[in-house]
T-cell receptor
Framework: RKEVEQDPGPFNVPEGATVAFNCTYS??????FFWYRQDCRKEPKLLMS???SGNEDGRFTAQLNRASQYISLLIRDSKLSDSATYLC?????????????FGRGTSLIVHP | DTEVTQTPKHLVMGMTNKKSLKCEQH?????MYWYKQKAKKPPELMFV???????INESVPSRFSPECPNSSLLNLHLHALQPEDSALYLC????????????FGPGTRLTVT
């Protein structure tokens, strides 16, 4: 079982749609959770950190469910420019350290 | 300013060459990271430096040798690489190790011939 799992998609949605991604993690002692966006042949760019209380930034909402060990990202009113790969990152507890571990990424395609 | 810079952008090297990748940040971050990313795969952690000391080595082959000369610079020395080492090499930094978000450089696209 992978330590951080994401549905690779692709999620193919029309402009204006609402889309949600989940990411599950294996170690309940993990801390610090993030969503990154990566465009083709570019570096990952931080989209948002994920806090226990949930957080929102414009059209994007991130939530953490520690009991079920998953984080989620909701995108409302999708734009063409939202097309990208969305990577979740979990700092997994491992032998006294926290190892930043990426999910495999979820591909989003927003079409006109 | 959340900029991490990396040089070179592209590198082609033979299996007997020695080359180095460079990374720099001026955000005062005390943790720096090297990742390797193959096409259509997520970044894989290679090394973590915390306060200029090697903190994590994810069982990386010795043909990759990291170096942190000071708190702003991170190098990755390459020697006797294999064609399967061809990938995008990403550098990142964070305020400290473990808790904070990372900021990535644009990467070096490495081809080993």
């Amino acid at each position: 079982r992978k330590e951080v799992e994401q549905d690779p998609g692709p999620f193919n949605v029309p402009e204006g749609a609402t889309v949600a991604f989940n990411c599950t993690y294996s170690n309940s002692a993990s801390q610090s959770f993030f969503w990154y966006r990566q465009d083709c042949r570019k570096e990952p760019k931080l989209l948002m950190s994920v806090y226990s209380s949930g957080n929102e930034d414009g059209r994007f909402t991130a939530q953490l469910n520690r009991a079920s060990q998953y984080i989620s990202l909701l995108i409302r009113d999708s734009k063409l420019s939202d097309s990208a790969t969305y990577l979740c990152v979990v700092n997994l507890a491992s032998g006294g350290s926290y190892i930043p571990t990426f999910g495999r990424g979820t591909s989003l395609i927003v079409h006109p | 300013d959340t900029e991490v810079t990396q040089t070179p952008k592209h590198l082609v090297m033979g299996m007997t060459n020695k080359k180095s990748l460079k990374c720099e940040q001026h955000m005062g971050h005390r943790a720096m990271y090297w990742y390797k990313q193959k096409a259509k795969k997520p970044p894989e952690l290679m090394f973590v430096y915390s306060y200029e000391k090697l903190s994590i080595n994810e069982s990386v082959p010795s043909r990759f040798s990291p170096e942190c000369p000071n708190s702003s610079l991170l190098n990755l020395h390459l020697h006797a690489l294999q064609p399967e080492d061809s990938a995008l090499y990403l550098c990142a930094s964070s305020q400290v190790e473990g808790s904070y978000e990372q900021y990535f450089g644009p990467g070096t696209r490495l081809t080993v011939t």
